[in-house]
């Protein structure tokens, strides 16, 4: 069965190309990940390679939210992946963030839920069937980008009512500059708000006869995408997200899954695994995330991914690394600080 950490998924050409309108050039960026040459030619990476690109774009800049501006306004429009062309050329603002929550499926590790109620849409980005959480300049970059497409499609200087990032971002000012809102770091969640008016604003750059040649194009990849994805890969990404403060039962992840858990336990037996394997392997993934995050607590940690008391998941941890979570914590901790 495929581990998350080594599942492969597309990265945008436009990136690199884009490196240069800042003055960066993508072997910079390379040697800063300590990825071969040849990453720049690849059209798929590994996530770790995908977050460690990302990260050294962001150390190479400097401040993070300089790189996150920067990078969202200077991005060439003509330069976008087909994904993306059919949110820039949607009828209006609605339509091409749902496009893009839509077709963002095509292209992990993270994905967006959006709401709407009252006078706010609120679009939160989470981290899709992996263990690992991305760097804090894909995810400011991710939103600045919905806030953009909205500005670039409608040609209206729009503005959010309020961002929140679970990480530190850089200079909290030059972000609240771009975004016209207040920012709050520290947040439980990675989530931009805007006016919900906003969304009825027609796109100027509406495109009908390139949309209906896209859509069916998207539509019919992102079925196949669905129909390849293991029911492994889907049970443990609904027990990752269900994991904080309660361990999930088969029952309940079934019933998500509308069938029941004498079917979902055959499936994933023909899978060649068991839903225990798949929630362990879950929770380790989450606990070597989470405690590579220094603002969480062991304790805190413990109850994410689903332990009632610090004790078990202190025997569990030992299980799988062969060592404490603190120790772990404080080797992995020097390990990054060397690579910097």
Not at 26 to 46: C, F, N, S, Y
Not at 87 to 105: I, N, P, V
Not at 176 to 194: D, H, K, M, T, V
Request: hydrophobic share 40%; with cysteine.
């Amino acid at each position: 069965m495929k581990t998350h950490t080594s599942e492969r998924i597309k990265f945008p050409k436009g990136f690199w190309e884009g490196l240069q309108q800042l003055g960066m050039t993508a072997q910079e960026v390379a040697r800063k990940a300590q990825l071969p040459l040849t990453i720049m030619t690849q059209p798929e990476v590994t996530i770790s390679q995908y977050f460690a690109i990302w990260q050294a774009y962001s150390d190479l800049f400097g401040d993070t939210a300089e790189a996150i501006i920067n990078l969202a306004t200077a991005f060439d429009t003509t330069k976008y992946p087909p994904p993306v062309m059919a949110t820039y050329h949607a009828r209006d603002y609605r339509d091409a963030l749902y496009r893009m929550a839509r077709y963002k499926q095509l292209c992990p590790p993270e994905g967006l839920l959006i709401t709407e109620e009252g006078e706010h849409c609120v679009i939160e980005l989470e981290w899709l069937s992996t263990g690992l959480a991305g760097p804090p300049i894909l995810v400011g970059i991710t939103l600045a980008f919905l806030l953009e497409l909205g500005r670039r499609g409608t040609g209206q200087p729009l503005n959010a009512q309020f961002v929140e990032f679970s990480q530190p971002m850089g200079d909290v000012q030059l972000l609240e500059a771009y975004f016209g809102c207040p920012i709050r770091s520290g947040a439980q969640s990675n989530r931009l708000s805007l006016h919900r008016r906003d969304l009825d604003l027609a796109f100027i750059s509406y495109n009908e006869e390139l949309l209906q040649m896209l859509t069916p194009v998207l539509d019919q990849s992102l079925d196949e995408h669905k129909r390849n994805q293991s029911i492994a890969e889907t049970v443990k990404w609904i027990m990752i997200r269900s994991l904080p403060g309660r361990q999930p039962d088969i029952k309940t992840v079934a019933k998500e899954l509308n069938m029941s858990g004498r079917t979902l336990q055959r499936r994933l037996t023909d899978d060649q695994t068991s839903f225990k394997l798949l929630l362990t392997q879950a929770r380790h993934e989450q606990a070597r995330a989470y405690l590579a995050d220094p603002s969480l607590g062991i304790k805190e940690v413990a109850f994410l991914i689903g332990y009632e008391d610090q004790n078990s998941f202190y025997r569990a941890f030992r299980l799988w690394e062969g060592d404490t979570p603190s120790n772990w914590r404080n080797k992995h901790a020097a390990t990054r600080a060397m690579r910097l």
